[in-house]
């Protein structure tokens, strides 16, 4: 999927105090939002064999009624894709291949979508420490780096909410010597107030969800 941006100016960490933020010009993710879903991943494992393959039956004739794929390899590969988040083998996963339909088509089955607040935009927007902000995992043991789908286990999410604890509440900060346009700042404390923080305080939420009853979070951006 291609990201649609224009620039415009963020607020990232000044590498030589984190108090300080400067503003940078750069291209923010515009149009690109995501969807969270508790999930409890390793529940899958525990349907039986007959369960699964009803499940991938349903998923394949779903995609064939719907028309979500447009010919044989694609629906070969969501297949495929099925067939290893249920067990049945590996799915040999090429770089332009998305995980998209077959993610989203299991967390809305098992999983809960999680409220949003605010439009939820990509985590890396954000300016936190996470590892939701570098390379992307997706679930179920396939490789890193699909654009689209990315997950934290149970135990992964109680030590992230640990480490970003207090920073839902953060105030706007810079560093006076990256701000030469009064209207750029204007922009850049808006963006701050009425995006990230609420962005911010958003996500939490989902951790401190999934901590409450257990499950792994599973992120969808489209």
């Not at 967390?107 to 979508?113: I, L, P, S, T, V």
């Not at 030590?159 to 105030?171: A, F, M």
């Not at 990230?196 to 401190?208: H, M, V």
Request: net charge negative.
């Amino acid at each position: 999927m291609e990201e649609v941006s224009n620039p415009t100016f963020i607020i990232k960490p000044f590498e030589e105090n984190e108090d300080f933020f400067f503003i940078k010009k750069e291209h923010f993710s515009m149009g690109i939002y995501i969807s969270g879903y508790s999930i409890k991943l390793n529940a899958l494992k525990n349907l039986s064999k007959d369960e699964k393959e009803i499940y991938l039956e349903m998923y394949i004739d779903e995609l064939k009624k719907k028309e979500l794929v447009e010919d044989d390899d694609e629906l070969y590969f969501e297949e495929s894709a099925m067939k290893q988040i249920f067990g049945f083998g590996n799915c040999k996963k090429e770089r332009s291949d998305s995980l998209l339909l077959s993610i989203e088509w299991i967390c809305e089955n098992f999983g809960c979508g999680l409220g949003e607040s605010v439009e939820m935009p990509p985590i890396y927007d954000l300016d936190l420490e996470t590892r939701l902000s570098g390379k992307r995992t997706p679930p179920f043991g396939f490789p890193d780096g699909d654009e689209n789908v990315s997950h934290l286990t149970f135990e992964q999410i109680k030590e992230e909410r640990e480490l970003l604890e207090g920073r839902d509440q953060e105030d706007f900060s810079y560093d006076p010597k990256w701000v030469f346009d009064s209207e750029k700042l204007a922009q850049a404390k808006m963006e701050w107030s009425d995006r990230i923080l609420p962005a911010r305080k958003n996500f939490l939420a989902w951790l401190d969800h999934c901590i409450r009853e257990e499950t792994d979070l599973v992120i969808i951006q489209s």
